[in-house]
């Protein structure tokens, strides 16, 4: 298997840009999740999905933050607007069976607001 | 509310020498899960191990080996005879049985030194 693919890898985008990061899991892992990484607040989940339906969004900072999974092999967190705060990298990662398993990173978007 | 705690933000040895990186976790759940993940300077999170609340035996893999006391709720991790290839961010993390979220600690640098 690929792993987790992670598109793009990298993004520079000015405050006020939508951006769009794009997912794919592992086939047969039934969990997605988002993490942001950042020096100050270090690995946070964002949102995760089970069978492509978000269960906790709890962690997504604010309504300029969304995130889709329409079918079990893509998924996308979007940021409209963008703003310079959200510099970051965004990780992706998915599980057979959610937190409890061991879960597989993608590689990371790393995302650059000017 | 689940916390993880990794109190040495920076490591640095001298290869050959053996160190040890210190979690400690709060739950209040009974049944939880513990991790340890590396991330390398180029950035991806690797899994290291997983171990489950009810499973208190030591784990050695080669050079690595954890430590998880339920005593004193932690989940130490040591490497003998360092080498260069260990440098890198090593994360605990603690997934609560009824959660189903990975929370990570703050993440340890270890810099190993030829």
């Known amino acids: 298997d690929a792993g987790v693919i992670q598109s793009p890898r990298h993004e520079v985008t000015e405050m006020g840009q939508e951006v769009t990061l794009r997912c794919k899991p592992i086939?047969?892992?039934?969990?997605l999740f988002w993490y942001r990484q950042t020096m100050m607040r270090g690995l946070e989940l964002l949102i995760y999905?089970?069978?492509?339906?978000?269960?906790?969004d709890s962690g997504m900072p604010e309504d300029r933050f969304s995130a889709k999974m329409p079918n079990a092999s893509f998924s996308t967190l979007k940021i409209q607007p963008s703003e310079p705060r959200d510099s970051a990298v965004y990780f992706c990662?998915?599980?057979?069976?959610?937190?409890?398993?061991?879960?597989?990173f993608g590689p990371g978007t790393r995302l650059t607001v000017l | 509310a689940q916390k993880v705690t990794q109190a040495q933000t920076e490591i640095s040895v001298v290869e050959k020498e053996d160190v040890t990186l210190d979690c400690v976790y709060e739950?209040?759940?009974?049944?939880?899960?513990l991790f340890w993940y590396k991330q390398p300077p180029s950035g991806e999170l690797v899994f290291l191990i997983r171990?489950?609340?009810?499973?208190?035996q030591n784990e050695i893999s080669g050079r690595y080996s954890w430590n998880f006391q339920k005593s004193t709720s932690s989940f130490n991790f040591t490497i003998t005879a360092s080498q260069v290839v260990d440098s890198a961010v090593y994360f605990c993390?603690?997934?609560?049985?009824?959660?189903?979220?990975?929370?990570f600690g703050s993440g340890t640098r270890l810099l190993v030194r030829p």
């Open positions: 990662a998915s599980s057979r069976t959610g937190g409890i398993d061991e879960q597989f």
């Open positions: 086939s047969g892992h039934d969990y």
């Open positions: 999905f089970n069978n492509n339906v978000p269960i906790d």
């Open positions: 739950t209040r759940d009974t049944t939880y899960y």
């Open positions: 171990r489950n609340s009810f499973d208190e």
């Open positions: 993390a603690l997934c609560e049985d009824s959660s189903y979220k990975l929370i």
